[in-house]
């Protein structure tokens, strides 16, 4: 089946990656990209472009503004173009994009995170005061959307949690990363947005100061609203383009992922296909996916994770044993499964309009 879809992304985390792997596994669809917030670099404007139409909308991210009504040209932003691009049906990486939005073909909301769920585990707290219209624009594009979905089920619990009865819909999250086998040099690889709390950054720094090997971040030390994380025993690789970040975690010989808030994680499963031994943080998402096919860790103890990384430094039989494991697990994670599954929800959204247009 043939339709065009609108896609609206953003440049500021995983959702770029997921977008352009998504887009590049949909058979025989035709793509257009809509981008929210910080507008993307050249090399990821080309990328989205060789797959698509790319439209960017000088509009903020949801999670980046301190009010709703920094966000009231959302709507509008969407659905002029789905109408320019006449796309048959709507794709939203954002609920919040959801709300209030009036179009005639069917909408699908991908909830990769919010702040509501994030604040939920990070800060074991509601929203601050004066935020609640975060968790209402969220609810109510849950409930405008004609399907829901999350990347895994401990993330569906979790907005359930939050926002009350849905019906989520779970499609774990692919990696196109080929499987390989890490140098297994001596050198423990983290990725993340290092600045967001959530990612746990300090404790890990803390822990690499235990560590007999050393430790190097990947990713951004600063996020699009000033935040910033400077480790001290860690050394940070800085914010890289994707392929030379895959180059350098293929290297190591751990992985660690010490997230207090992740609701799929594309980093474990990229470190995972290159047969890095996986040491993660014990949340239910990485138990969910992960379970048998990595060693866990308390995920506010230092000590313990310094312990569990030393302990596959020593071993390089356990490494190579909880690498093989860790590829074997990613291979669920592919990303022709995850496109089948979104087609199967498009189809049956798109299916009862393109019968009524027919009759």
Known sequence: MRFRLLMTLDAAGGVWRYAMDLARALPGMEVVFLGFGPPP?????????????????????DWTVTDAAALTGVPDAVAQAAARHKVDL????????????????????VSH??????FRVVRNSGLPDGWEWQRDLNMAGLRRADAVVAPSASHAALLRQVYGALDVTVVPNATLAPPTQTADRPRVAASGRWWDDGKNGTMLDQAAA????PVTLLGPLEGPTGQRFTPRHATAAGNLPHGDALDLMRDAGIFVSPSLYEPFGLAVAEAARAAIPLVLADIPT????????????????????????NGLAG???LRRRMGQAAQRRSLRFVPQAQADAMLAIYSRLFEPQRQAATR
Do not use: Y
Request: net charge negative; proline share 9%; glycine share 4%.
């Open 113 to 118: 995170s919010c702040v509501s769920t994030w």
């Open 41 to 61: 670099s050249p090399d990821r404007r080309k990328e989205a472009e060789a797959l698509g139409a790319l439209d960017w909308a000088d509009l903020p991210l």
């Open 315 to 317: 071993d390089p039989d």
């Open 210 to 213: 235990q560590m007999t090997w």
């Open 286 to 309: 990485f138990r969910e996916l992960w379970d048998g096919a990595a060693i866990f860790f308390p995920p506010t103890d230092a000590s313990a994770l310094a312990q569990a990384v």
């Open 90 to 109: 709507i794709h939203l990486n954002l609920p919040t994009h959801a709300a209030g939005l009036q179009v005639n073909v069917p909408v699908v909301a």
